[in-house]
């Protein structure tokens, strides 16, 4: 799919993953929007790169569908989006002082799945009204973020694991339903690798 031109989505975007997706879009030529838990953040990243930051909690998907309007209004409407927003909550399921951690489990999957679900929703929305780029009737593509964690999931990622494999799961039934709008949806599955949220 030809980049150059296009509107592009990232979440997470001021850091690691995201922004180095953001940063990569941008160098093809993307008009890049980052969408970051904090505006500040989100708009010192969209200042390296040319892009336009959004703060935005990917969880709220009122939030989502407001900044979508505002990226459609002033950028144009995405063709690319990349959800790198996520969380590595760590917690055992029965943790050595016995208490619950439902609630970590809770802010995992709605973070990290529930937010990859409210953006692939509507950005696939606004794809399937627009014009198709080329003969072939292509739209969009919008690109989930799995993690191996998902099949090789370690002791404390019970969430996480729960969150990425619902990522995975989904995309397969997605990429179905939405081919015939134009759009395509894949899911990749990144390892371990260096971040500022690893290093801590």
């Known amino acids: 799919m030809k980049i150059e ?4 989505v990232v979440t997470g975007a001021a850091s690691g993953l995201g922004f180095a997706t953001a940063k990569r879009l941008a160098a093809l030529g993307a008009k890049v929007a980052v ?3 904090s505006q500040e ?20 998907a009122a939030a989502v569908e407001a900044a979508f309007a505002e990226i459609e209004a002033t950028l144009g409407t995405p ?3 990349v959800s790198c927003a996520g969380i590595g909550t760590a917690a055992r399921i029965l943790p050595r002082d016995g208490s619950l951690t439902i609630d970590a489990f809770a802010k995992a999957l709605n973070v990290n799945l529930l937010g990859t679900y409210a953006l692939m929703n ?3 929305r606004a794809m399937a009204k627009a014009d198709p780029l080329d003969d072939d009737g292509t739209r969009g593509v919008i690109i989930n ?12 990622q019970a969430a996480y694991s729960a969150s990425k494999g619902g990522v995975a799961s989904m995309t397969l039934p997605a990429a179905r339903e939405l081919a015939r709008f134009g759009i395509r ?8 690798f260096e971040t500022c949220s690893m290093a801590r």
């Not at 708009?43 to 892009?51: L, V, Y």
């Open 79 to 81: 063709r690319v989006t």
């Open 122 to 124: 509507i950005a696939a």
């Open 185 to 192: 949806v894949m899911a990749i599955a990144p390892g371990l």
């Open 5 to 8: 031109g296009h509107v592009a």
């Open 35 to 37: 969408l970051d838990l």
């Open 41 to 60: 953040a989100a708009e010192r990243a969209a200042t390296k790169i040319g892009g336009v930051g959004f703060g935005v909690d990917v969880s709220d």
């Open 145 to 156: 973020t799995s993690s191996v964690a998902f099949e090789d999931g370690q002791i404390g």
